[in-house]
């Protein structure tokens, strides 16, 4: 078992930054992939980005070139920064970890919640 705590969640005004931290306990961060995942009101959960065990990073189109997805695994710690955050950037931020071998294992944080607004 997995437990993820997001936390770095607040109000920002646009164009500012915002880093959000995701911490893993319970088992070994390097096995799994992760992952940000954000639910706006009225949306449903979309991709934010991804990162690898070996560090490959994915990105969603609209985040590529302000959001950085980074990985501690010495601290067992996932990281979100956010740079020239948009109002439509405000959204509930989930972390993921995900493997499927040995077997399918698929983890949820409980969320931060970020508000983009001046």
């Known amino acids: 078992q997995v437990q993820l705590v997001e936390s770095g969640g607040g109000l920002v005004q646009p164009g500012g930054s915002l880093r959000l931290s995701c911490a893993a306990s319970g088992s070994d961060l390097s096995m799994y992939a992760m992952g940000w995942y954000r639910q706006a009101p009225g949306k449903q959960r979309e991709l934010v980005a991804t990162?690898?065990?070996?560090?490959?990073?994915y990105y969603a189109d609209s985040m590529k070139g302000r959001f950085t997805i980074a990985r501690d695994n010495a601290r067992n710690t996932l990281y979100l920064q956010m740079n020239n955050v948009k109002p439509e950037d405000t959204a509930v931020y989930y972390c993921?970890?995900?493997?499927?071998?040995?077997?399918?294992?698929?983890?949820w944080g409980q969320g931060t919640q970020v508000t983009v607004s001046s």
């Open positions: 990162i690898s065990r070996g560090f490959t990073t």
């Open positions: 993921n970890a995900r493997r499927i071998d040995p077997q399918l294992e698929d983890y």
